[in-house]
């Protein structure tokens, strides 16, 4: 059993900076993609950001040198720094893992998604 928790949203004044986090805990064997999503209501699910096990990144146009994605491998925690925030940042944010588990199967993993709403 695999499980991922996500923490750090909140309410922010535009401008102003978050920082979300997504660990995986249970038998992993490794994370192959991480990624973050968000879906703001009345709008489709959006890619925000990926990072891959060789450490390369992959962002949205709209979050582009605003935010940036990170891990920390010894905690199997991801990291989402959100900075200049907009009021278009405003939605839920999933945490979602490609990642392979013991025994060795490949797992897509969905945190339980953390509301961040920013004001004007």
């Known amino acids: 059993q695999v499980q991922v928790v996500e923490s750090g949203g909140g309410l922010v004044q535009a401008a102003g900076t978050l920082k979300l986090s997504c660990t995986a805990a249970?038998?992993?064997?490794?994370?192959?993609?991480m990624g973050w999503y968000r879906h703001a209501p009345e709008k489709q699910r959006e890619l925000v950001a990926t990072?891959?096990?060789?450490?390369?990144?992959n962002y949205s146009d709209s979050v582009k040198s605003r935010f940036t994605i990170s891990r920390d491998n010894y905690k199997n925690t991801f990291y989402l720094q959100m900075n200049s925030l907009k009021r278009d940042d405003t939605a839920v944010y999933y945490c979602?893992?490609?990642?392979?588990?013991?025994?060795?199967?490949?797992?897509?993993?969905w945190g339980q998604g953390t509301l961040v709403t920013v004001s004007s």
């Open positions: 979602n893992l490609d990642l392979i588990a013991n025994p060795w199967r490949y797992l897509e993993v």
């Open positions: 249970g038998n992993i064997l490794s994370i192959n993609v």
């Open positions: 990072l891959n096990s060789g450490d390369r990144t």
